[in-house]
């Protein structure tokens, strides 16, 4: 599979920002999907994830309340709408495939998009 992620941006804090993952070359809807990220100097970190069907989602307690992950099915693409940003959002944001796994892991996630950068300004 490969995937694609797209929609970062500079943003002011308090602005929103959606972000898209669009996957080619596999079945997408037979694949757990998340979203991690990685600010400067620090590690990679979970963000979200969101079942085959897109009926189960859970999210770190940074975003909880302020992001929300969804997929089309039928587009082939996943969906990460950020609201109420804040400077410590600011990373590069990476959508990946799960086979299976615990879902906060990045080793759990067997194929990565290239990533895309958000900066929010205080």
């Known amino acids: 599979v490969q995937l694609q992620a797209s929609g970062g941006g500079l943003v002011q804090a308090g602005d929103s920002l959606r972000l898209s993952c669009a996957a080619s070359g596999r079945t997408f809807s037979n694949d757990h999907m998340g979203w991690f990220r990685q600010a400067p100097g620090k590690e990679r970190e979970f963000v979200a994830a969101i079942s085959r069907g897109g009926t189960d989602t859970v999210y770190a307690d940074s975003v909880k309340g302020r992001f929300t992950i969804s997929r089309d099915n039928a587009k082939n693409t996943m969906y990460l709408q950020m609201n109420r940003l804040k400077p410590e959002d600011t990373a590069v944001y990476y959508c990946?495939?799960?086979?299976?796994?615990?879902?906060?892991?990045?080793?759990?996630?067997?194929?990565w998009g290239q990533g895309t950068l958000v900066t929010v300004s205080s």
């Open positions: 990946a495939r799960r086979p299976g796994g615990y879902y906060y892991l990045a080793r759990s996630y067997d194929a």
